[in-house]
Structures are given as structure tokens and as C-alpha cells.
């Protein structure tokens, strides 16, 4: 089945350091997402794109960066991770009709 | 830009009783309402969702009702099982717009 596809499942990594996250989809949807999802706080926007040469801000985009390398792959990187990035961070595509659909999911722990 | 306000964030409920989560959004010019199901470690799911040209919507125990004057949207499950437990999210956008989501209820149904 075509699907969403994060990888790590699980991070751990200490304060200062650069991580990326890694979002591939078969489904051949144009549009992908990362969200972060914290207790309490429901899902919040980071970063959004529309097709390969598109990149747009989400709520809360300062201390993320993305990249677009292809339609099937959006990545998420932290480039100075700090404890308060500590979240689940999750991948979506959508194919325009506002459906998405969600990756597994990533948990990073920033020590 | 968009705010969802979602209530209550906790509710539990004996099986076979019925469960209403309800949500505000600010912006009237929204126009598509999602429902959003987590259960415990999984992704999260679409389960049902709304126009702003439909006042209610039904899958058999999942309804979701509009009231675009007041600006709300409800979600009710009637008949609850245990398996309806899980984190609900509701979320509102505009167009083919970024969605933005509520802070989610947990549901907690007891046998």
C-alpha cells in the first residue's frame, strides 16, 4: 500500500547538535507537511510545500529548516536542537482535496 | 489567521453512552472542518469531516454538525465502545489552505 514514511522512529540528541528528519511517500501526492505534536498543544505547522519548488512557514517555524529534494521527499532538519524541541514530529501529504494523511512518526528527545 | 479552540480536553464516558466534542474557529471565511482519531502510539486518521455548504454529516455512529453563525463544530459518537478511545483532533481551514488544528481530546470510554 502506498504509504508515508519517517525515519528515525526514535532520536535522542543533545543540545547543539544538527539532526535531520526524513519524510518519503509513494503516494504521489504533490503536498507535504511536518507537524509537531506536544501534550496539550495539539498539532502545529512548521513548514509546508506545495510541490518541489515551493517552501512556506508554518506557526512555528524559527529554529527548523526544510528541504524539498523531490516530490517523494521532504526533509526536516534542527540545526541547533534545543531541549524545547523535544517532541513527536509527524510527516503529511495531502493531494490538494485537504485530506492528509500521516507518517509513523518521530519522536526526538533533545538532552 | 485561523485559532481553534477545542473542548473539553479530557472526557470520559461509560460504554454505550454518547460523547460530543465541540470546537471554535475564528476566521468565517473557513470553509472545510476535519475530524481527526489517534489512538495510543498510532498516526493520526481522518475519520470524518465537513463543508461549510452542510450543516451535519453521518457515518454511522460519527456525526459532525456546523453552525457557521456561531462559528462551531461538533463531533458526536453515539454508542460508544471501548476502541472509540483515543486523542480526537478537530481542525479548520480555508480553501485548499493549510489546516490548523485544535489542541485535541482525549477520550476515554470504560467498559
Known amino acids: 500500500d502506498a504509504d508515508v514514511t519517517q525515519t528515525p522512529r526514535n532520536r535522542i540528541t543533545k543540545t547543539g547538535k544538527r539532526i535531520m528528519l526524513e519524510c518519503s511517500q509513494t503516494?504521489?501526492?504533490?503536498?507535504m507537511y511536518w507537524y509537531r505534536q506536544d501534550p496539550g498543544l495539539g498539532l502545529r505547522l512548521i513548514y509546508y510545500?506545495?510541490?518541489?519548488?515551493?517552501?512556506n512557514k508554518g506557526e512555528i517555524s524559527d529554529g527548523y529548516s526544510v528541504s524539498r529534494q523531490a516530490q517523494a521527499k521532504f526533509s526536516l532538519s534542527l540545526e541547533s536542537a534545543i531541549p524545547n524541541q523535544t517532541a513527536l514530529y509527524f510527516c503529511?501529504?495531502?493531494?490538494?482535496?485537504?485530506?492528509?494523511?500521516f507518517g509513523s512518526g518521530t519522536q526526538l528527545s533533545v538532552l | 489567521g485561523e485559532n481553534v479552540e477545542q473542548h473539553p480536553s479530557t472526557l470520559s464516558v461509560q460504554e454505550g453512552d454518547s460523547a460530543v466534542i465541540k470546537c471554535t474557529y475564528s476566521?468565517?471565511?473557513?470553509?472545510?472542518f476535519p475530524w481527526y482519531k489517534q489512538e495510543l502510539g498510532k498516526r493520526p486518521q481522518l475519520i470524518i469531516d465537513?463543508?461549510?455548504?452542510?450543516g451535519e454529516k453521518k457515518d454511522q455512529r460519527i456525526a459532525v454538525t456546523l453552525n457557521k453563525t456561531a462559528k462551531h463544530f461538533s463531533l458526536h459518537i453515539t454508542e460508544t465502545q471501548p476502541e472509540d478511545s483515543a486523542v480526537y483532533f478537530c481542525?479548520?481551514?480555508?480553501?485548499?489552505?493549510?489546516?490548523?488544528f485544535g489542541t485535541g481530546t482525549r477520550l476515554l470510554v470504560s467498559p
Open positions: 503529511a501529504t495531502s493531494e490538494g482535496n485537504e485530506k492528509l494523511f
Open positions: 465537513i463543508r461549510s455548504n452542510v
Open positions: 510545500s506545495f510541490d518541489v519548488k515551493d517552501i
Open positions: 481542525a479548520a481551514s480555508m480553501g485548499f489552505q493549510k489546516l490548523v
Open positions: 476566521d468565517s471565511a473557513s470553509n472545510y
Open positions: 503516494k504521489g501526492h504533490d503536498r
